[in-house]
Structure formats: structure tokens, C-alpha cells
């Protein structure tokens, strides 16, 4: 299987504040990386895709890059109801998908 | 706009199996090119796809759940079903039904239902 590994696991941020979260995979997968936003109690909604695709209707301080292995998620300016818990996934091994464990971004 | 509803039990008995159901509104589950997947997250965990089914009939699982899962579809119902067997504590988590769509970029899930709290418990 493909690992997923995301850092930080949460982080504490302000509103405005630029985050950066990280998706690092096991092996390569190209460009198949996607990336989610999941709030308490919702269902997680799907904000890039291909790495770097923004999904329609997603903010645009919302930005996905990389590829091969090493991958990123960066929110250029935090907004209050961006907090919330984001997972990368790979769907590079067709078809068994995997996740990251998450990244909570809390405020400070 | 496409909306998915799982239902199903809330609690479930050590070795007896889990049955949910996903309910699609808003469009045919049979139109388009789609897979309908199952999701769950433990409490507290990560996210851990089950498997997917299309609406031919054709099936993937997570080779870890593999032999206990079965998914299935109703395209009269707009529904699509999973069943897990011989369930233990570790199966207790949210399960969220979506759809796996596909284009030039790869899969994605872009539809997903709020999620079923199954717990497993005597």
C-alpha cells in the first residue's frame, strides 16, 4: 500500500495568517494527489484535486503543488471558517485509495 | 446538485454483520461514469476507504476489509449498499458514502453524505 504522511498533524494559526500543510507519499504518484476539508459533523468536501486543481466554487487562497512524492496544501490567508481538518488522498494505486492521517488547523 | 444519505443501524453486535445504505437524490446513480464508494474514520483516526462499486455491478475493495465486505447497488432505489461482517470494536467509526469521480486529473470523491456513527457493541 501507499502511506500517506501529513505534517503537521494540527497547528495553530490566526485569521490571516499564511498555512502550509504538507502530504508526503511513499512512492511516487504523479500528480494523484487530493486534497479535502472536513468539518465536524459535515461531510469532508473536496477542494483539490490532481494536485493542484482547484475544485469549482473553492476560494482561491486555497493553492495545491507538487508532485512525485512531495506534495503541499497552502491557505494564503486564513479565513474563520477555514478551521477545520484537512487529509490528502492518493489515487495513484488504482484502486485502493489511501488517506493522510489529517491536519487540524485550530486557532491560535 | 447530487446528495448522498447514508442510513442504517447505529449499533451493532460483536460478529453480527453492519448494513448501511447510501441514498443518491439529485441524479440517476446510474448516469455518468461513476464508481460509489464507502468511507469510515475511527474515532479520533483517519479516514480508511472500504471499497466502490459501479453501477454494472463491478466491485473494488480495500484489500484489508476484503473478505468481510460486500458492496451492491439498486439502481431502481438510486441506492447502494454495504454490508461488513464478523464485526468487532475496531469496526466502531463513521462511515461515509461518496462518489468517485473521474477525469483527466484522476479519481476524486466530490460528492459525499455527512456520515452514519455505527458502533459495535454487545
Known amino acids: 500500500d501507499i502511506q500517506m504522511t501529513q505534517s503537521p498533524s494540527s497547528l495553530s494559526a490566526s485569521v490571516g495568517d499564511r498555512v502550509t500543510i504538507t502530504c508526503r507519499a511513499s512512492q511516487s504518484i504523479s500528480s494523484y494527489l487530493n486534497w479535502y476539508q472536513h468539518k465536524p459533523g459535515k461531510a469532508p468536501k473536496l477542494l483539490i484535486c490532481g494536485a493542484s486543481s482547484l475544485q469549482s466554487g473553492v476560494p482561491s487562497r486555497f493553492s495545491g503543488s507538487g508532485s512525485g512524492t512531495d506534495f503541499t496544501l497552502t491557505i494564503s490567508s486564513l479565513q474563520p471558517e477555514d478551521f477545520a481538518t484537512y487529509y490528502c488522498q492518493q489515487t495513484y494505486s488504482t484502486p485502493t485509495w489511501t488517506f493522510g492521517q489529517g491536519t487540524t488547523v485550530e486557532i491560535k | 446538485q447530487v446528495q448522498l444519505q447514508e442510513s442504517g443501524p447505529g449499533l451493532v453486535k460483536p460478529s453480527q454483520t453492519l448494513s448501511l445504505t447510501c441514498t443518491v437524490s439529485?441524479?440517476?446513480?446510474?448516469?455518468?461514469?461513476?464508481?460509489w464508494s464507502w468511507i469510515r474514520q475511527p474515532a479520533g483516526k483517519g479516514l480508511e476507504w472500504i471499497g466502490r462499486?459501479?453501477?454494472?455491478?463491478?466491485?473494488n475493495y480495500n484489500p484489508s476489509l476484503k473478505s468481510r465486505v460486500t458492496i451492491s447497488v439498486d439502481t431502481s432505489k438510486n441506492q447502494f449498499s454495504l454490508k461488513l461482517s464478523s464485526v468487532t470494536a475496531a469496526d466502531t467509526a463513521m462511515y461515509y458514502c461518496?462518489?468517485?469521480?473521474?477525469?483527466?486529473?484522476?479519481?476524486?470523491?466530490?460528492?459525499w453524505g455527512q456520515g452514519t456513527l455505527v458502533t459495535v457493541s454487545s
Open positions: 462499486i459501479y453501477t454494472s455491478g463491478t466491485t
Open positions: 461518496a462518489r468517485d469521480n473521474w477525469g483527466e486529473v484522476g479519481y476524486y470523491f466530490d460528492y
Open positions: 439529485g441524479g440517476s446513480i446510474s448516469s455518468g461514469s461513476y464508481y
